[in-house]
């Protein structure tokens, strides 16, 4: 039998058992009911088995890794291939962009490098990312896994991790070093947008600049970035709502 007849032999059974549950119930559950399946049937025998074996080509120094933030497997969920994987042992190479798992079978443990177009979205030490494929304003293509920050009905704000590497020498041994060089990015009315600063946000959402300039937090944006910003576009996701509610009574 192959994965994808297994895969769909479980979902019936899922479907089959969570129907005589509440709708809570099943939402807290399904997961179990795959994890309980993929241990009966191998994770050798699933389509995570779909990927390039992974050989690591860098040497680092100082701790200073690739990874989202370790270097080592952490148990994360996966939909790969349009299936759901959870538990998974899983890393995130920012400089490649690339989600590595490590499977064990009958053979023993072999890290996997996933084909990045076949993943629509993981979640790992609770970040969610998606895999995203849009135009700019320039018409320039933006792929690949970025983390969702903001979710609302009329926008998402972004962020995109990377990190790149820097050579050092020690002991006459060539090592490495990453840098991290993070960007945001905001997708609204299905066109991408690069954001920097609070003045990217006027810009894009030019009706509500007003609003945005009476926001202000200097200790907040030198301490955590990502929350300042969300707290600008909460005041944003008000403002629409508020002005939608008027016009639709």
């Given amino acids: 039998m192959t994965s ?5 032999t479980k979902f019936l059974f899922v479907l089959f058992f969570l129907s005589m549950a509440s709708y809570g119930q099943r939402v807290k559950k399904i997961s179990n009911y795959y994890k309980w399946f993929d241990g009966i049937i191998g994770i050798e025998n ?3 088995y779909r990927g390039v074996e992974y050989v690591e080509a860098y ?3 100082n701790d200073e890794h690739k990874f989202f933030e370790s270097p080592l497997f952490r148990e994360g969920s ?3 291939g349009g299936e759901p994987y959870f538990n ?5 190479d920012l400089n490649e962009d690339q989600v590595l798992v490590n499977l064990d079978s009958k053979y023993g443990f072999s890290v996997f490098k996933l084909i990045q177009d076949q993943i629509s979205d993981f979640t790992l030490d609770g970040h969610h990312f998606v895999r995203v494929n849009y ?3 320039s018409g320039s293509n933006i792929s690949g896994f970025e983390e969702i920050l903001v979710s609302n009905p009329y926008f998402t704000f972004l962020k995109k991790y990377r990190k790149t590497p820097l050579e050092r020498t020690k002991d006459r041994r060539l090592y490495y070093e990453f840098k ?7 997708i609204y009315r299905e066109v991408y947008y690069e954001v920097k600063n609070q003045n990217d946000i006027k810009k894009i959402f030019s009706e509500y600049k007003k609003e945005i300039n009476g926001y202000s937090n200097k200790p907040l944006k030198n301490y955590d970035f990502d929350k300042y910003m969300k707290n600008v576009l909460e005041i944003v996701y008000a403002s629409m709502t508020k002005d939608i ?3 639709n009574p």
């Fill in 46 to 48: 699933t389509g995570l």
């Fill in 88 to 92: 998974v042992p899983m890393k995130y």
């Fill in 59 to 61: 040497r680092t120094i």
């Fill in 245 to 247: 509610k008027t016009s």
């Fill in 4 to 8: 994808l007849q297994d895969r769909f």
């Fill in 135 to 137: 135009k700019d304003k």
């Fill in 78 to 80: 996966i939909v790969y």
């Fill in 180 to 186: 991290s060089k993070n960007r945001y990015s905001l």
